[in-house]
C-alpha cells in the first residue's frame, strides 16, 4: 500500500526541476524512482486518467460534491442511497440509465476528500433554523449591560435541550464536510420527544440533568 500522496510526487518533482537527483528527491519525499521517471515522461495520475471512464464528467462531479457540502451545511445530509438516486438523474439526462457499480460511492469519495462518511446527531428543525447569525449576534448584546457583567462566573448558568424521538435511531451515517466528526441532521419534530437539559455554569459546575417525558396529566 503506497505511503505517498499527489502533494509529495509534487514535491519530488519540483526539487529535481531546482537541480536535486531523482534519486535523492525520491528518498526524501517517498516516491518511488519509477514513479517520479514516469511522471517526467508525461504519465498522468491515475484519477486523471481514469476521468474518460468515469460515468460524470469532473464539472457534473465538482457540482455534486458542493450539493453533498451545501445539504450539510442546511441539516440536510445525504446519505449514500439519496447520493446514488441524485447522481442516477443527472446520468437519466444523458439516457445513461445503467446502475452505478457497488463501489461508486466510495469510489465517489476517495475522489473528493472534502466529503467523508460522519455520523448524523438528529436535531430539531426549529433548533437548526433559529441558530442564525443575526439571533445569535444579538443575544450577545444583552451581556453588555451593566447589571448582567456584574454576575460572577460561577453564577452563570448556561442550559441546553437535546432529546430522543421515540421510534427513531439517535444516530445514522450520512455524508457531510470532512471537516467535522458528526453533523446534525434535522428532523420533523411531528414524534414524540423525550427531552433531556443540561446545566454547567461558566466554571465548569455541571447540575444534575433533567429528563423531561410526555404526559397528560402531572403525577403528585
Known amino acids: 500500500m503506497k505511503q505517498?500522496?499527489?502533494?509529495?510526487?509534487?514535491?519530488?518533482?519540483?526539487?529535481?526541476?531546482?537541480?536535486?537527483?531523482?534519486?535523492?528527491?525520491?528518498?526524501?519525499?517517498?516516491?518511488?524512482?519509477?514513479?517520479?521517471?514516469?511522471?517526467?515522461?508525461?504519465?498522468?495520475?491515475?484519477?486523471?486518467?481514469?476521468?474518460?471512464?468515469?460515468?460524470?464528467?469532473?464539472?457534473?462531479?465538482?457540482?455534486l460534491?458542493?450539493?453533498?457540502?451545501?445539504?450539510?451545511?442546511?441539516?440536510?445530509?445525504?446519505?449514500?442511497?439519496?447520493?446514488?438516486?441524485?447522481?442516477?438523474?443527472?446520468?437519466?439526462?444523458?439516457?445513461?440509465?445503467?446502475?452505478?457499480?457497488?463501489?461508486?460511492?466510495?469510489?465517489?469519495?476517495?475522489?473528493?476528500p472534502s466529503i467523508q462518511v460522519q455520523r448524523s446527531r438528529t436535531i430539531d428543525s426549529k433548533r437548526v433554523n433559529g441558530a442564525s447569525t443575526e439571533i445569535i449576534r444579538n443575544w450577545f448584546h444583552f451581556l453588555q449591560i451593566p447589571a448582567i457583567k456584574a454576575i460572577k462566573p460561577e453564577n452563570r448558568y448556561n442550559a441546553d435541550e437535546a432529546g430522543v424521538m421515540e421510534g427513531?435511531?439517535?444516530?445514522?451515517?450520512?455524508?457531510?464536510?470532512a471537516e467535522g466528526r458528526s453533523i446534525q441532521k434535522k428532523q420533523p419534530g411531528s414524534r414524540v420527544w423525550t427531552s433531556f437539559i443540561e446545566c454547567i455554569s461558566a466554571t465548569g459546575v455541571v447540575l444534575p440533568p433533567l429528563v423531561i417525558f410526555k404526559g397528560k396529566s402531572v403525577q403528585q
Open 168 to 177: 427513531q435511531g439517535e444516530n445514522g451515517l450520512v455524508l457531510g464536510s
Open 65 to 112: 460534491a458542493q450539493w453533498v457540502l451545501t445539504q450539510a451545511a442546511l441539516g440536510l445530509p445525504p446519505t449514500h442511497s439519496q447520493l446514488k438516486t441524485f447522481t442516477k438523474r443527472i446520468l437519466a439526462v444523458r439516457e445513461d440509465t445503467r446502475p452505478l457499480g457497488k463501489r461508486w460511492v466510495r469510489a465517489f469519495l476517495k475522489r473528493n
Open 4 to 63: 505517498y500522496t499527489e502533494y509529495n510526487i509534487s514535491q519530488a518533482i519540483e526539487a529535481i526541476t531546482r537541480g536535486q537527483s531523482i534519486r535523492r528527491a525520491a528518498l526524501e519525499w517517498g516516491v518511488p524512482n519509477a514513479t517520479i521517471r514516469n511522471r517526467l515522461q508525461g504519465a498522468q495520475p491515475h484519477g486523471e486518467a481514469a476521468q474518460g471512464q468515469q460515468r460524470l464528467s469532473k464539472t457534473q462531479e465538482d457540482h
